[in-house]
């Protein structure tokens, strides 16, 4: 059990240093740091990120696609961001909305044709539905 103890106190000091970069270099045009730097340095892996490669074609840093401000905007909303429903209570209803994906399923069906009305309020049927489950 020691063991594993340590080679998982390897894997999170890992990733909490060098390897939080590579792990959002992996993504960067979908993953944002959520952890903006460390004690040496405050923005270290915000700064890292803008100039990650992104693309699947072609690869350049996030930085030549989108503007400074744009970047700033992100970070500022990163530093802000609220878990959806967790503040009021509702996290276990985020959570199993995730798999079953309603909204999800209702834009599909509007894009598919669905009058949107009947796709909200079907949408709004099934998530009321999931929650009685997990209630």
Same mark, same amino acid.
């Given at each position: ?9 390897? $894997? ?16 960067? *045009?979908?993953?944002? +740091?959520?952890?903006?730097? #460390? ?13 990650? #490669?992104?693309?699947? #074609?072609?690869?350049? +840093? $996030? ?25 009021? &209570? *509702?996290?276990?209803?985020? /959570?199993?909305?995730?798999?079953? *994906? ?10 598919? /044709?669905? #009058? +949107? ?6 949408? %709004?049927? %099934? ?5 009685? &489950?997990?209630?």
């Amino acid at each position: 059990m020691d063991a594993k103890k340590a080679a998982a106190q390897k $894997l999170v000091e890992f990733m909490m240093t060098d390897g939080y970069t590579r792990w959002i270099g992996l993504s960067p *045009q979908g993953k944002f +740091p959520v952890r903006s730097g #460390d004690a040496s340095d405050p923005q270290r892996f915000a700064k890292a990120w803008a100039k990650l #490669d992104s693309g699947v #074609d072609r690869t350049a +840093p $996030l930085s030549d696609f989108y503007s400074k401000d744009s970047i700033d905007s992100l970070r500022e909303g990163v530093q802000s961001f609220q878990r959806w429903g967790f503040a009021q &209570g *509702q996290g276990a209803l985020v /959570g199993a909305l995730s798999g079953e *994906q309603p909204v999800a399923k209702a834009v599909a069906a509007v894009i598919g /044709g669905k #009058d +949107p009305a009947q796709a909200a309020k079907d949408a %709004q049927a %099934q998530i009321e539905e999931i929650q009685a &489950g997990i209630e």
